[in-house]
């Protein structure tokens, strides 16, 4: 199985702040990556499909780079709304693995 | 509306059987391979179970393998996960979504909750 290794776990931050939140896959994994936000009580939500391709209706803030093993999702300027948990999730081959999660708080 | 919707979750004792729904609506559900994915309270996400789009091809997660049977009914757009065996650890928020660009999960229902407990 492919392990998906999130960090930081916990990141604090503030409105407007520029927040990078890395993955690593303990394989190659090309670019089949993706990244789900989820705030409390609510399901998932992808942002970003393929590594770097911006869901549709998703804020141009939020973007993802990377490929191989290494990833990153970057959100540019922090918005309130933004406070949530991220996870990366690997759909190269199953099981597909998601990271650990990072929570975002508000500092 | 694009929308899924879980159902059928509740409290079960361990070693009990339970049988989960996801109605889908709004899109061709017949175009979709199918997953479902958990979340144990407070913890993080956890694939368990996929479905092509006809049916014929299932793979799961390992500690659900020979416990759960994911079927589909694309008369009636709909998606089961049958759970057999219920173990503690079983307990979770159960997800349906779908599968789609690059096999990313685009479309999430709002989860029904699992408890097993005696």
């Known amino acids: 199985d492919i392990q998906m290794t999130q960090s930081p776990s916990s990141l604090s931050a503030s409105v407007g702040d520029r927040v990078t939140v890395a993955c690593r896959a303990s394989?190659?994994?090309?670019?089949?990556l993706n990244w789900y936000q989820q705030k409390p009580g609510k399901a998932p939500k992808l942002l970003i499909y393929?590594?770097?391709s911006l869901q549709s209706a998703v804020p141009s803030r939020f973007s993802g780079s990377g490929s191989g093993t290494d990833f990153t999702l970057t959100i540019s300027s922090l918005q309130p709304e933004d406070f949530a948990t991220y996870y990366c999730?690997?759909?190269?081959?199953?099981?597909?693995?998601f990271g650990q999660g990072t929570k975002l708080e508000i500092k | 509306q694009v929308q899924l919707v879980e159902s059928g979750g509740g409290v079960v004792q361990p070693g009990r059987s339970l049988r989960l729904s996801c109605a889908a609506s709004?899109?061709?559900?017949?175009?979709?391979?199918m997953h479902w994915v958990r979340q144990a309270p407070g913890k993080g996400l956890e694939w368990v179970a996929v479905?092509?789009?006809?049916?014929?091809?299932?793979y799961y997660a390992d500690p659900v393998k020979g416990r759960f049977t994911i079927s589909r009914d694309n008369s009636k757009n709909t998606l089961f996960l049958q759970m057999n065996s219920l173990r503690v650890d079983d307990t979770a928020v159960y997800y349906c979504?779908?599968?789609?660009?690059?096999?990313?999960?685009?479309?999430w229902g709002r989860g029904t909750m699992v408890t097993v407990s005696s």
């Open positions: 393929a590594a770097s």
């Open positions: 999730q690997q759909s190269y081959s199953t099981p597909y693995t």
């Open positions: 394989q190659s994994i090309s670019t089949y």
């Open positions: 709004g899109f061709t559900f017949t175009n979709y391979a």
């Open positions: 979504a779908t599968e789609g660009g690059r096999n990313a999960f685009d479309i």
């Open positions: 479905i092509s789009y006809a049916g014929t091809n299932k």
